[in-house]
């Protein structure tokens, strides 16, 4: 089983901190009010746990997918809640349920997870470009075991990334997850002298 | 890894299987995205099996375990049989293998599809017939089994229970 050291952990925490950073600031450019995130988690679970980090498997999500290709294969994967997603698009006076409302949700993975992997790269000097974003509603526990499977990679554990972004004054918040794979990781990790 | 489950609801979660003989259980995998979930039914002794399978077959340089279907099947057989269930009584029932990303990156089938393939071809292999499924689409399914008389039930997300393998009337065993 691949296990990581707590240098290491810190090293991807950091990352984490300031990839969300960037992102929470590109989300409170396109909404025009703050946003605050978290302080990320990283920690490297055996699969069912890391479905469980996010929620009830059944509970149901939006969840927007931005394949991560490059240097590393990763996914970002943002989990926003009905309600919440319901706020975010009523900015724009939209319905996340609608084809624009979907456009909207798939606008803003576009936009985070972008600002986030542009830091990860600028950091580790490797070349990582986000694939056009992917927008479901359904269980969370299928959301993110069909991305840890979808590419058949038989992992043991998955390295998961967690931030919570909210926007100030909206009560809007959403889950921000990188995972790698496993790969991946290690030449992250190596680039950054660990 | 294999639980004998007593009482109430008993989640199988990914790479787990879970068996009982009480009837007064449920055994359930909620939130099947591309994974698996293969029950193996013995109604006239109640016992069932349930196996969340995520993965068609361990690599070459792995060990199979209850992730993959090479092994979770006749594991799950196995485990079943061990309870009292008679292997010609034994009925299979699929859900899940669903395809809610594209992932694109090598043209090939995906897992979901491939998953779904692999539980047919080891269920074959053990001589097991399916009786029921629902796989494929887009959707993530939740689905439970009751020992008692092995019916069978899924949901997908927002959607209502649909039943999908029952008792004939006739069959039914008193308790």
Do not use: W
Request: charged fraction near 20%; charge should be negative.
């Amino acid at each position: 089983m691949t296990t990581y050291s707590d240098l290491q952990l810190d090293a991807l925490r950091e990352l984490a901190n300031i990839g969300s950073g960037q992102a929470a600031a590109s989300l409170s450019s396109l909404l025009g009010k703050p946003t605050d995130i978290s302080v990320p988690t990283a920690a490297a679970l055996p699969l069912a746990d890391a479905v469980a980090v996010a929620g009830q498997p059944d509970e149901e999500r939006h969840g927007i997918l931005v394949p991560i290709i490059g240097d590393m294969q990763a996914a970002v994967v943002l989990l926003v809640p009905d309600e919440d997603a319901q706020t975010l698009c009523s900015v724009y006076g939209l319905d996340p349920h609608s084809d624009d409302g979907r456009s909207m949700l798939q606008e803003v993975g576009n936009i985070l997870g972008t600002s986030y992997i542009n830091v990860l790269a600028q950091m580790t000097g490797m070349a990582l470009e986000p694939a056009p974003p992917q927008v479901v509603h359904d269980m969370l526990g299928a959301i993110l075991a069909s991305v840890l499977m979808g590419r058949g990679e038989d992992l043991e554990v998955a390295l998961v990334l967690d931030s919570d972004l909210t926007v100030e004054g909206e009560e809007c918040s959403m889950s921000f997850l990188l995972l790698p794979e496993s790969g991946g990781v290690e030449d992250l990790l190596a680039r950054l002298g660990l | 890894m294999t639980l004998v489950a007593t009482g109430t609801e008993h989640l199988a979660r990914m790479g787990e299987q879970v068996v009982s003989a009480d009837a007064g259980d449920v055994l359930a995998c909620v939130g099947l995205g591309s994974c698996i979930g293969l029950a193996l039914i013995d109604r006239r002794a109640t016992v069932a099996g349930l196996a969340h399978i995520m993965l068609p077959a361990a690599p070459a340089s792995g060990t199979p375990n209850g992730k993959h279907a090479d092994h979770a099947v006749p594991a799950l057989l196995e485990a079943v049989l061990e309870l009292g269930a008679a292997r010609h009584r034994i009925d299979a029932v699929l859900v899940g293998g669903a395809s809610m990303f594209s992932f694109g990156t090598d043209g090939g089938q995906q897992v979901g599809a491939r998953n779904a393939e692999a539980v047919h071809a080891e269920l074959a292999k053990l001589r097991l017939h399916p009786r029921a499924e629902a796989t494929g689409g887009t959707r993530g399914r939740t689905m439970r089994v009751r020992v008692a008389d092995g019916r069978v039930v899924y949901k997908e997300a927002g959607g209502t229970e649909v039943e999908l393998f029952s008792t004939p009337v006739g069959l039914r065993v008193a308790a």
